[in-house]
């Protein structure tokens, strides 16, 4: 199976936070479960880097405009290695590939007379990049905001319209029979009951700023910045070239995007492709927001969460592990110093930490460092290796549907019952009693641990392979497959480093 994910591609207006560092990750933890599992996996980031809201930063810092997106999308580029994320290309939308895409979209949008010139009045927030009827905004200390406190104004322009009110049967009827398509479940509803409340035609292109792709033959408008940020995901993989291998391999996407751009990748986006007679994308999954302490992460509350501050904290596995196992993936979370040390102490040190140290110096000490490959299983093993395979599919499941933190919650599960299977067979007075029984007991902990650490492998990369390092495995593209020759081979073990030392 072909897997294509793309983070939404992030405003060069500010440095990264943990926001923009969360939903790389999560992509980054479904693209490495898809590979694990023998798919053909095409993981995408990139940068939006037109609209007036980068134009009005880059005059702030009073640099030219190109200079200044060059030096911000460099910080989001190289942020991605540092979270120890994978990605197989980044896309930029003022690079020519995509400007031509985005063009060819649109030109295509004309042929299906899906396009019509007018004029637009009404409510805009440069913020948001978003327009806003009259009823979904409130007053604030006098002044009209969204829902989210953004500022809007009032504008009055030439503009060009996708004709978005044709296409509101059509997106209903698409995503009644698609019910998966929206996920969680109430982001779905959510965008169901919009969709059904009415659509208007969609302004898509501004004459007040020049910072965006010409519209084709008018150069007096540059595109609205949702179109052309949109078709990112279509440029990368060479639209308008259908012949191009990426672009028949891997369309339609997997789109993971924070709550607050649900709209524009739920209602406009298949609205868009659907009026250019391509695929709607296969998924979108909106996760929640965080919070920092309790408090709504902003920059003037001076409360913005550095990620190379706090991976220099506490270590990349932790913060990857802490953000994906805290929170059900969907909810909003919130941040706090207290939450991670709890969490990486439970899970990272005592359940899984403390049963490798444990078992593996053990194996080094009694066993002379190695053990026979064995199938001669008592009823308790079976036992234990029933669940093992109960928790692995449970995990795919999850992982398949975007379910992070209930995927991690089966390992978790599958290695408290190791640690509670070896409580009670008691190698070290099996080592007095029946030698050749302890040797089954340790290799069945040890293949448990070898299957726990892949199924961790998408969230924890660095340390699943240092642990795979410990029993001289290959980790070199890992597949779930592999554990299956791995388990008829001996194991070998070189002395356990420690690993995730417990955060005071
Ligand atoms: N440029 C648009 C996306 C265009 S995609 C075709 C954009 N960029 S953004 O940089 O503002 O946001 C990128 C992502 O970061 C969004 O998915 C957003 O939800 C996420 N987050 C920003 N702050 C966040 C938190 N405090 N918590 C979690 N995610 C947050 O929107």
């Not at 029979?177 to 501004?206: A, H, M, Q, T, W």
């Not at 969460?305 to 592990?321: A, E, K, T, V």
Request: include cysteine; hydrophobic fraction near 35%; proline fraction near 4%.
């Amino acid at each position: 199976m072909n897997f294509y994910i793309t983070t939404p591609i992030y405003y060069t207006n500010d440095i990264p936070h943990i926001g923009h560092a969360y939903t790389t990750i999560a992509c980054d933890i479904l693209a490495r479960f898809n590979k694990l599992s023998n798919n053909d996996v095409f993981f995408l980031s990139g940068t939006d880097e037109h609209g007036q809201k980068v134009e009005k930063a880059a005059k702030v810092a009073e640099i030219d405009t190109k200079i200044f997106v060059d030096k911000l999308s460099l910080n989001f580029k190289k942020l991605i290695p540092f979270l120890g994320c994978e990605i197989d290309d980044f896309i930029r939308t003022t690079e020519e590939r995509h400007i031509k895409s985005a063009q060819a979209l649109w030109n295509k949008l004309i042929d299906n007379d899906q396009i019509y010139l007018s004029t637009y009045e009404g409510w805009y927030s440069v913020r948001d990049e978003a327009f806003y009827h009259e009823n979904e905004l409130k007053k604030t200390d006098g002044k009209l905001v969204t829902d989210n406190g953004s500022p809007v104004e009032w504008v009055k322009e030439e503009s060009y319209f996708f004709k978005l009110s044709n296409w509101e049967k059509k997106l209903i009827e698409f995503y009644e029979n698609n019910p998966d398509n929206i996920s969680p479940k109430s982001r779905y509803n959510e965008v169901l009951s919009f969709i059904k409340s009415g659509l208007k035609d969609l302004s898509i292109s501004r004459t007040t700023f020049k910072w965006g792709v010409p519209v084709p033959n008018n150069n007096k408008h540059v595109m609205y910045v949702w179109i052309d940020a949109l078709c990112n995901y279509l440029s990368a993989i060479g639209y308008p070239d259908k012949n191009n291998l990426n672009y028949k391999k891997y369309w339609p996407a997997t789109h993971i995007v924070g709550k607050d751009i649900l709209r524009f990748h739920a209602v406009y986006w298949p609205a868009f492709l659907m009026a250019a007679e391509l695929e709607p994308p296969k998924k979108i999954f909106a996760h929640g927001w965080w919070t920092n302490e309790g408090q709504k992460i902003s920059k003037s509350l001076g409360n913005v969460i550095d990620p190379y501050d706090i991976i220099h904290d506490y270590g990349l596995d932790q913060i990857r592990f802490f953000l994906f196992r805290e929170v059900p993936f969907g909810n909003d979370g919130d941040f706090s110093k207290k939450a991670i040390s709890k969490r990486v102490n439970a899970d990272l040190s005592n359940n899984y930490g403390n049963l490798i140290q444990r078992i593996l110096t053990f194996i080094v000490k009694n066993c002379n460092s190695s053990l026979k490959s064995t199938n001669n299983f008592s009823n308790q093993d079976n036992d234990l290796l029933n669940i093992l395979n109960l928790k692995f599919k449970d995990y795919s499941n999850y992982m398949n549907n975007q379910q992070i933190d209930k995927s991690i919650k089966s390992i978790m599960e599958l290695l408290s019952s190791t640690n509670a299977y070896v409580d009670e067979q008691a190698p070290w007075s099996l080592k007095k009693t029946d030698q050749e029984r302890m040797k089954v007991v340790l290799f069945l902990v040890s293949i448990i641990i070898i299957k726990s650490t892949l199924m961790l492998f998408p969230i924890i990369p660095k340390s699943s392979k240092k642990v795979l390092s410990f029993f001289n495995l290959d980790t070199n593209n890992l597949t779930f497959d592999k554990y299956d020759d791995i388990i008829k081979k001996d194991i070998n073990i070189n002395v356990p480093d420690p690993i995730f030392p417990r955060i005071d």
